[in-house]
């Protein structure tokens, strides 16, 4: 399904075009459907992160082990 959906992702609009129309997923909209609440200062970096660095903060902050967050 997530490959599904990565097929239909078109960066230029940050939407995904389905056969029914475009659909854009927000913030709240994944805090819904994860169960994650959205509270505290966004977090910003000045370079991209690393897919070791990400999987370290997913690890730290949602309190995950490294084989879930890979």
Known sequence: M???FCERWQPE???FYLP???M???LDDV???LHIPI???MISFSHPLRVDDAN???VELLGT???EAS
Do not use: K, V, W
């Open 65 to 67: 082990i490294n084989i």
């Open 2 to 4: 997530l490959s599904a």
């Open 20 to 22: 029914f129309g475009e």
């Open 24 to 26: 854009i997923i927000t």
């Open 39 to 41: 509270t505290g200062s």
């Open 56 to 58: 370290t903060l997913l």
């Open 31 to 33: 805090a819904s459907i």
């Open 13 to 15: 609009s940050t939407t």
